[in-house]
């Protein structure tokens, strides 16, 4: 008998490392909807080209005491103390910065949605070459010279329906000498909100009356007068055009009615026997297509009722409920 093959022990660790270094990031810098970068917040480590120039610095000091050679040990500390100043220069360029999150648009499940942070700077310190990306987004590079602020747009694709989290921003830099790299992690605690995905159906059942808006239509007992027709036996006598009658016009019966009322519901019953993402994808579905058509409606969800209306605000309304239907807190 074959015993079960197991995972290489390496896969394991490697797991294990990054969820333990996770936790201490999320601990060190937890979320917030702004943060300013200090000491705590800002890790720094020499890029490839800073490792390639540190090893050239040790040849250079081996040869310079191999050989004795003023000039060379002149050199070679030169070079060290250049390396020294980048490091403090390029935390500095970091250092005192201010991330706030702005918004998040709204977008439905595939699609790009717009993540949008603002960087300020603390004092009159200029920052150059900031490197702005989400571990799924497009990268941006600004700089605060000119003005205090800078407003960057990231867009990246999001995932299922409720709430999105980009995961953690990554802000660096190697400015001024590309010897030494600078970055952050911020959790900036902001979310997209993922509508669900429009499934359209065949027809919507219980749809409304045909009727345009304000259609009369005759209603029993009703004050609001409609027309005359023809005298039908039976008709009340109270409804019989008498002043028609006097001028010769023939008997004639006044007709009262009532408006007809063209708003939709949509209604979560309107598909028994469906799942929950599939009822909120056709529900979905209608809510943009009477949007389009600019027809009133409302929706009905369990433990929820939104009247009929028109507009952007109602639109985003009923689609921001049919997102959050069955979800609760936002979690990561």
Not at 93 to 109: E, Y
Not at 132 to 157: A, C, M, R
Request: net charge positive; glycine share 10%.
């Amino acid at each position: 008998m074959q015993g079960r093959k197991r995972k290489p022990a390496r896969h394991g660790i490697g797991n294990r490392l990054r969820r333990r270094f996770a936790e201490w990031v999320n601990n060190r810098i937890p979320p917030a909807r702004a943060v300013t970068l200090d000491q705590k917040r800002i890790f720094i480590f020499p890029s490839r080209i800073g490792l390639f120039f540190s090893v050239c610095l040790l040849v250079m000091l081996m040869t310079a005491i191999n050989y004795q050679n003023n000039m060379s040990f002149a050199l070679t500390f030169l070079l060290a103390t250049l390396f020294i100043v980048g490091i403090l220069h390029t935390y500095a360029n970091l250092s005192g910065l201010t991330v706030r999150a702005l918004r998040a648009t709204p977008a439905f499940p595939g699609k790009q949605s717009e993540f949008s942070i603002k960087l300020e700077r603390g004092g009159q310190r200029e920052h150059f070459a900031l490197y702005v990306k989400y571990p799924d987004s497009d990268g941006s590079v600004v700089n605060l010279v000119e003005q205090d602020t800078v407003q960057v747009n990231l867009h990246l694709p999001v995932g299922k329906r409720g709430w999105f989290s980009p995961g953690r921003l990554l802000l660096e830099s190697t400015y001024p000498l590309g010897l030494l790299r600078c970055w952050t992690w911020i959790d900036l605690d902001l979310y997209a909100l993922v509508y669900p995905q429009p499934l359209a159906a065949a027809q919507l059942p219980g749809l409304a009356s045909d009727r345009p808006d304000g259609a009369a239509v005759p209603i029993a007992g009703s004050d609001d007068f409609y027309g005359f027709r023809d005298y039908r036996e039976g008709d009340s006598l109270r409804q019989i055009h008498w002043k028609g009658l006097a001028r010769g016009q023939g008997v004639q019966t006044k007709q009262y009615g009532a408006y007809a009322n063209r708003s939709v519901w949509l209604d979560w019953e309107m598909y028994p026997g469906l799942g929950m993402e599939q009822r909120l994808s056709h529900l979905c579905y209608w809510a943009l297509e009477f949007d389009r058509a600019e027809e009133e409606y409302g929706l009905r969800l369990p433990g929820l009722v939104i009247e009929p209306g028109l507009g952007e605000r109602h639109r985003d309304r009923v689609l921001q409920a049919l997102a959050l239907h069955g979800i609760g807190t936002r979690s990561r």
